[in-house]
């Protein structure tokens, strides 16, 4: 039967069924975690946050003639108390603007519930990125507000359209498009209005004896006195600024909002990734990055009584064992549908790179994040790229990934460095043995010249072939670049190459290089260079019609 007052049973078989939902879900929310850092822990966050309400409710519920004001008051409470990562805070925040209008109204105005909710977590994040659980949230309020009927209808608007937006949030957010999913937080919300819907519904399918419970059940401490697990003690470091070295947290009683704007002001003047958020009783949960604990921790002293104080530093903690699917992995950036193939073949994870321009940073932030490795190796293939890797190596590091640059200027070196690599072997000695194989790979490229210039060899024209050394024009054939001046050039390319010795010649043609000309090289080698091994690929790429590698 539907429902037709959110009273105390009502509120304790919906926070039941959310526990018991997102538990059956965590472990997909987690593996879709890519934002705002790849740490893959959302869905372990928004359950440890909803069991932390659902036991406050259920401890209260053991009393008589429970009010609904106290029942929705305990949830809120509970989820801010518990509240677990960036999404945790927000979905307490959720709670509790359910809370206040559902607790005093009942189930008169869902419509304004779902304003106060998306107002209050609104409030939660100083700079929200659109795709997000905020922005499904938001859709969601403005659908109710629309809405026409009673409490069913306008909650399950609501849910509908918290649905569909879901799917939109893969459009909105690049990081998330690239990796394919939708936003990890955003799906967990879904599922928690999807609860309440079904419960006004009639559908809902918990019971008040049933549901998963958490860790706290049969605890009777008081919610400051209860002992905190090793987890709840440790952290990584998700956003910020890595001048920080300490997380300072705390729960603070009997502030009102006026005094907790003074602490937001007091903590942004002490640190970064500052959040203040409350219940709306007078509790708050405080959070701050800084490095004078004792004036964070004095901030709230002066303003109302913190208790459940935490600090960790950061560099004392070791990340999780489920936090990296694996120790190693190198990421490659490749131009060329076949040099792309080439690098996923060598079991490498690949950026596909437009055909000409730089990588965004975001794109290979992305692809890092991707590979759920703890220490990463980069091979760029390219020149010039310094400071897009730099920019993408600060924010993994944020995310906790060692990342480490192997400076190959062409895919030639890229394919010699892969070549070399070595899981077992330390991080740092590995690149360094990389490096070398790249360093010692001679790289030449065919080209056709654009537009006059003067070269180091002479004066060229348009459509005239170019043959490059290291990034140098050493030889000019006169065009049109038709495939008998291809090969010419390209033979004289492969002669100049080799004149300081090498066994090995590696073969890139690219997507305009004449059909024979892999061929005809190696029959030039044949005759010229009896004891040098010839290997091709197709390359594909766009910029050159034959990329070489000389080792």
């Known amino acids: 039967m539907p429902v037709t007052d959110l009273d105390a049973a009502a509120v304790r078989h919906w926070a039941t069924a959310c526990v018991r939902t997102l538990e059956e879900h965590r472990a997909h929310i987690d593996e879709i975690n890519v934002f705002p850092v790849a740490d893959r822990d959302t869905g372990t966050n928004l359950l440890a946050t909803m069991w932390a309400a659902s036991d406050a409710v259920a401890r209260l519920a053991r009393e008589d003639n429970v009010a609904r004001d106290a029942a929705w008051s305990a949830l809120a409470g509970g989820a801010l108390a518990g509240a677990r990562g960036n999404s945790g805070v927000i979905l307490s925040q959720v ?49 109710a507000r629309a809405a026409e009927g009673d409490l069913v209808e306008v909650l399950a608007v609501a849910a509908r359209v ?26 967990g919300l879904v599922l928690v209005l999807d609860e309440l819907a079904a419960l006004v519904n009639g559908a809902e399918n918990g019971s008040a004896n049933g549901g ?17 697990d090793a987890a709840a003690l440790s952290t990584a470091r998700e956003a910020g600024s890595t001048d920080y070295a300490y997380e300072v947290m705390y729960a603070l009683a009997d502030v009102d909002e006026s005094a907790a704007d003074q602490l937001r002001g007091a903590l942004r003047r002490l640190g970064d990734c500052v959040s203040v958020v409350g219940d709306g009783a007078g509790r708050w949960a405080v959070h701050v990055h800084c490095n004078d604990v004792g004036a964070a921790i004095e901030s709230g002293i002066e303003l109302g009584r913190p208790h459940r104080i935490t600090v960790v530093r950061f560099d004392d903690q070791v990340a999780a064992p489920s936090r990296f699917a694996r120790d190693r992995a190198v990421v490659v950036l490749a131009r060329g549908a076949g040099i792309v193939e080439l690098f996923r073949n060598e079991g490498a994870s690949v950026l596909a790179l437009p055909d000409t321009g730089p990588p965004e940073v975001a794109d290979v932030v992305a692809v890092i994040a991707g590979t759920q490795a703890a220490s990463v190796t980069v091979l760029p293939n390219e020149p010039d790229l310094d400071a897009v890797l730099d920019a993408a190596r600060a924010q993994a590091a944020q995310a906790g990934q060692d990342v480490l640059v192997v400076p190959t200027a062409a895919p030639v070196q890229g394919l010699a460095a892969l070549a070399v690599h070595e899981r077992t072997r330390r991080a740092p000695d590995d690149v360094v043995a990389m490096a070398e194989a790249a360093a010692s790979t001679r790289r030449g490229e065919l080209t056709v010249a654009t537009e006059e210039a003067i070269t180091w060899v002479g ?31 390209a033979c004289r390319l492969l002669d ?3 004149t300081s010795g090498g066994e090995l010649v590696t073969l ?21 260079h009896r004891e040098v091994e010839l290997s091709g690929y197709a390359g594909d790429q766009l910029a050159s019609i034959l990329m070489l590698g000389v080792e």
Do not use: K, W, Y
Not at 508 to 528: S, T
């Open 95 to 143: 709670l509790r603007g359910l809370a206040e209008v559902f607790g005093e109204a009942g189930a008169a105005d869902a419509r304004a519930a779902l304003g106060r909710a998306d107002e209050l977590a609104g409030r939660a994040v100083s700079d929200p990125a659109p795709g997000t659980m905020l922005t499904v949230l938001h859709r969601a309020a403005v659908a």
């Open 162 to 187: 918290a649905g569909a937006e879901l799917a939109g949030t893969t459009r909105q957010l690049g990081v998330l498009a690239r990796a394919g999913v939708v936003d990890a937080g955003a799906q």
């Open 212 to 228: 998963t419970r958490g860790p706290n059940e049969g605890r009777t401490l008081t919610g400051s006195r209860q002992p905190r």
């Open 459 to 489: 004066r060229c024209h348009p459509d005239d072939v170019l043959g490059l050394l290291d990034g140098e024009v050493v030889l000019i054939e006169p065009g049109p670049a038709t495939e008998r001046t291809v090969i010419a050039a």
């Open 508 to 528: 890139l043609p690219g997507h305009g290089a004449p059909v024979d000309l892999v061929d005809a090289l190696i029959q030039h080698a044949r005759i010229e």
């Open 496 to 498: 100049r190459m080799l």
